[in-house]
């Protein structure tokens, strides 16, 4: 009871409230906006329950040092440098997916040096229209499918683990692929501008926690492609027959047919082209409020003269 006491009496009695000013308020906020996100991303992953882990212990090491125990406090420092290596191994997949979305955000997209001369878009309406009918068309039956469609990020990494196939996107195709008892219906097919590029691709599974029990590989591997790129995956669950899509890391259930093409729609437009759209959006809202004051300004105008 004494250390206890006397621990307080010779740190926390001696605390004083530093000087603040704009700079550490600043920087206060800032650390505390970026923690609030690494624990929300850490929360829907596996490192969640590590990181209760390193609470505990860090709790205990703490207890130690309070009641000087000695040999315990020697063998946390002596294990704190291999602690800190391990930590990276243990985390190499959080850590990898962490950086692969702060590399996604636009703001850096923005700095990179893309190429002017790409086309505006990825793939035609043709495509678009394609996949879709296709997508419904095995969902009226239950044929299960998997069908990743690239944005920014090519997925060469898992194209490689699939068979090349290189031909032009056409639903009739793309539902030959995933009829069962075929060779090719196992597995993802991969999908770049308006190429089928591959067939029968492994994709990652999602670690994410909150996704739902009742979900299949087929789903976890649809959200799991999406953790680690842009793309935009469907999924037609052989279950029941719903079509999901997920992208950014999310999964949204049991979309509809216009949902779906309006998503890919927007993933076939580059980013250079969706730029310009946004701020013609902006530029025809701000012409038709202007003329909606005019006209209403000369009924005023008409009605007082009246």
């Known amino acids: 009871m004494d250390t206890i006491i006397s621990f307080f009496k010779n740190y926390v009695a001696r605390l004083t ?3 603040v000013s704009v700079i550490d308020i600043l920087e206060i906020l800032i650390i505390a906006y970026v923690f609030y996100h690494i624990i929300v991303w850490v929360k829907d992953t596996r490192a969640w329950t590590l ?12 207890v130690a040092m309070i009641l000087e125990m000695n040999v315990i406090i020697w063998i946390f420092n002596n294990v704190m440098v291999i602690a800190a290596v391990a930590l990276v191994v243990i985390f190499q997949p959080e850590l990898r997916g962490a950086l692969e979305h702060l590399g996604r955000r636009n703001i850096l997209r923005n700095l990179s040096l893309d190429s002017s001369d790409e086309k505006s878009k990825r793939f035609s309406t043709k495509s678009v229209q394609a996949i879709v009918k296709a997508s419904y068309d095995m969902a009226k039956v239950k044929t299960g499918a998997l069908i990743v469609v690239e944005k920014n990020i090519q997925c060469r990494e898992y194209e490689r683990t699939g068979i090349p196939i290189n031909a032009d ?3 009739q195709l793309l539902i030959n ?3 069962h008892n075929t060779p090719l219906h196992d597995g993802a097919v991969l999908l770049r501008d308006d190429q089928i590029v591959a067939a029968t691709c492994y994709l990652p599974l999602s670690n994410n926690l909150s996704v739902s029990k009742e979900l299949g590989t087929r789903h976890r591997a649809g959200l799991g492609i999406s953790e680690v790129s842009d793309s935009l995956t469907i999924i037609v669950s052989e279950e029941t027959g719903a079509v999901s899509l997920a992208m ?13 093409t309006l998503r890919l729609k927007e993933a076939a437009k580059r980013g250079r082209e969706r730029k310009v759209r946004w701020w013609q959006f902006r530029k025809k809202k701000r012409i038709a409020a202007k003329r909606a004051v005019e006209a209403e300004s000369s009924k005023e105008e008409e009605v007082s003269r009246s």
């Open 17 to 19: 409230i530093p000087k």
């Open 248 to 260: 950014d890391g999310k999964l949204y259930h049991k979309i509809d047919a216009d949902t779906l």
């Open 169 to 171: 996107i056409s639903s």
């Open 51 to 62: 990181l209760k882990g390193m609470v505990f212990l860090a709790l205990f090491y703490l």
């Open 177 to 179: 692929i995933f009829e």
